[in-house]
Nanobody, 133 residues
């Protein structure tokens, strides 16, 4: 069974930084290791829909990334050295970034954008990020 576990959330003041990590397990099988086709970060604030923040298709050159307009220039998604691991470096945080952040993995290849929830097969339980003004 695939499990995604997020960590690194917390409370910071506006302008601060946090680094989220997503580690996964359960993707090995007798024939080897299954590598997720993509990984992403989503967030959901109270009373709002879950929205895509950043995604990455892993590759030898650092992978192909995509960002929501609201975080471009402030957030950086990157793949870890361990397979099926992803990070989200969040800089210059704003109060509107406050939300539960979720890691997602393994795209279905149905959409042009990977910032949509329907694309992903697996989800973590989330880590809370709170930014105060």
């Amino acid at each position: 069974e695939v499990r995604l576990v997020e960590s690194g959330g917390g409370s910071v003041q506006a302008g601060g930084s946090l680094r989220l990590s997503c580690n996964s397990s359960g993707y090995t099988y007798s024939g080897g290791t299954y590598e997720f086709t993509c990984m992403g970060w989503f967030r959901q604030a109270p009373g709002k829909e879950r929205e895509g923040v950043a995604s990455i298709v892993p590759g030898v050159d650092g992978g192909h990334t995509e960002y929501a307009d609201s975080v471009k220039g402030r957030f950086v998604i990157s793949q870890g050295s361990a397979v099926n691991t992803v990070y989200l470096q969040m800089n210059n945080l704003k109060p509107e970034d406050t939300a539960m952040y979720y890691c997602a993995a393994d795209c279905r290849g149905m959409k042009d954008s990977l910032l949509v929830t329907d694309e992903y097969n697996y989800w973590g339980q989330g880590t809370q990020v709170t930014v105060s003004s």
